[in-house]
């Protein structure tokens, strides 16, 4: 089995571009076939500097790495299509000589001309069919004399497929089932431009047979165009290597009214992308998946499951495990709606279900944003901490900054409620305490307070809320001795007094 994802460099690369990329890694790995990356870069005009590098980093930072594709090796390059431009023309030249394709030499405003005139007289949309081709300048009404007059006098021209009249395209889809097209429905699709770049319809066929490719998974949005793709199998004599086709359902807004578009994530404030991308200004700038705090395996194992159902009550999954179950005879045709609190969820899990050390490796970049360096195992301590509190990795700044520098603002509503000028000597008296304290583990720090509860006649609750407020500023947060435990001695002194001197003050301190 071979399959291929096949992305243009024309700006960041979407999320359900990813999920496409998951569902041909998925079905490679489970076949033990080969997935490849062909960077499909045809249409010049629209390229943009730096996307290829994106994609690359996209799929690495998920755990998609190609077996082949650009950077990666392999025996059927190159993998960008710039850069096989003598084989598409050759094989459109091949179709001329087959009788399937002919050269077309109408000028840009001709053919608008036949647009406008089309919509005057109140007609359907248009098209180079096999009717209008017949009152055309091509190399189908023009001699061969004639025809090969424009060509040598360097005129533009194009290489049409010739769609032949009066047949039924029949497509066998993995997810969709039997699909039909009408060859009247169609138009004579352009096959080689005017510049000699060839278009998406000819590069993507000729590439799929060069490369051997058996399965050709990709999104919905191209079920039409396969009844061209099909053609020129046939055109070429191709029919009996034609890949397996399958396409992948919509990905939804969240209210599931629509195709999830880029502006959607600016609209909602949520990211549509896998990695952030920077571009020109601040509206083609999006944060990805990755900078939000996700880790990659949860948005692997969310995106799947957005195209496709194992049949059981399952929802997480590790990539063996999804490698084992994928099949496309469980791929729904139905979009799938974009549930971001359902991501998050998916994130949560495994950040829970994640080692200390795991979590300590994913946290580690947004700490290191923030200027917090800390010590590995300290950092491990924290994050076993926190692991039950976090839903996304930048959790652990915002939550947990009081385990990396000091503390000078206190939750002054809880102060009020909890704080009592007339305890502070014997609050004073506990640290002293504290500080004498050798062996410093949560359960033995807990039973020195707990003896002191008792001779003291300072309630139990009254003093674990000024623990916490003294150490995090905040009453939420882990359990207040395991906080402690992590902390240290010296830190916990430290902030205990700071905190008596302050409480009764409010606010920045």
């Known amino acids: 089995m071979r399959v291929r994802f096949a992305p243009s460099p024309t700006g960041a690369l979407h999320i359900g571009g990813i999920r496409t990329a998951i569902c041909n890694y998925l079905l490679a790995r489970r076949h033990n076939g080969v997935f490849i990356l062909r960077i499909e870069d045809t249409d010049q005009n629209r390229y943009v500097p730096g996307a290829e590098a994106y994609i690359i980093e996209s799929l690495k930072w998920c755990g998609l790495t190609p077996d082949e594709g650009p950077g990666f090796g392999g025996d059927y390059g190159p993998y960008r299509q710039s850069e096989r431009m003598d084989i598409y023309r050759e094989y459109a030249e091949d179709l001329i ?92 699709k352009v096959m080689l431009k005017a510049d000699g770049m060839p278009t998406y319809h000819l590069a993507n066929v000729v590439d799929d047979h060069l490369m051997k490719i058996t399965h050709v998974i990709r999104g919905e949005e191209w079920l039409p165009s396969t009844a061209h793709h099909v053609l020129l199998y046939q055109a070429f004599g191709w029919e009996d290597t034609m890949p397996v086709f399958a396409h992948l359902p919509l990905i939804l ?17 949520i990211p549509v992308f896998p990695i952030s991308w920077k571009g020109e200004t601040a509206e083609d700038s999006f944060t990805g998946f990755r900078e939000a705090g996700f880790d990659p395996r949860a948005l692997v194992n969310f995106l799947a499951l957005l195209s496709w159902n194992p049949g059981t009550e399952q929802e997480l999954f590790s990539r063996e495990e999804l490698i084992a179950a994928f099949s496309l005879d469980k791929v729904g045709k139905a979009g799938a709606r974009f549930d971001i609190e359902k991501a998050k969820w998916f994130n949560q899990q495994y950040l829970l279900n994640s080692s200390p050390a795991e979590l300590a490796a994913l946290a580690r970049p947004f700490l290191a944003e923030q200027g917090f360096q ?27 900054a009081y385990f990396f ?8 509503a809880s102060i009020a ?3 009592n000028p007339e305890r502070k000597p014997a609050l004073e008296d506990l640290g002293k305490r504290l500080a004498g304290h050798s062996e410093w583990k949560a359960d033995s720090i807990k039973a020195l307070v707990e003896a002191w509860v008792e001779s003291s006649g300072v309630k139990f609750g009254e003093i674990l809320p000024l623990f916490r407020l003294a150490l995090a500023g905040t009453m939420k947060g882990p359990g207040v001795f395991e906080m402690m435990e992590v902390l240290g ?17 409010t606010g920045i301190i």
């Open 97 to 188: 000589a087959k009788g399937e394709a002919y050269y077309a030499f109408d000028t840009p405003e001709e053919l608008e001309a036949e647009r406008e005139k089309a919509k005057a007289a109140g007609n359907h949309a248009w098209k180079y069919d096999a009717v209008s081709r017949e009152t055309m300048r091509n190399s189908l009404t023009l001699s061969e004399a004639e025809t090969r007059k424009w060509i040598d006098s360097g005129a533009a021209y194009v290489i049409r497929l010739k769609v032949p009249v009066g047949r039924t395209v029949h497509i066998r889809d993995e997810i969709r089932g039997d699909v039909h097209f009408q060859t009247e429905e169609l138009d004579d």
């Open 253 to 269: 807004k969240p209210d599931g009214k629509g195709k999830l578009s880029k502006r959607d994530g600016v609209r909602l404030g």
């Open 374 to 400: 800390p010590d590995e195992n300290y950092l491990q301590a924290v994050c076993g901490l926190m692991r039950e509190r976090v839903t996304l990795l930048t959790d652990f700044g915002a939550e947990a």
């Open 405 to 412: 520098g000091p503390v000078r603002h206190f939750d002054t």
């Open 417 to 419: 409620k909890k704080w």
């Open 489 to 505: 001695s010296a830190t916990v002194q430290e902030r205990w007094q700071f905190a008596l001197d302050h409480f009764d003050q």
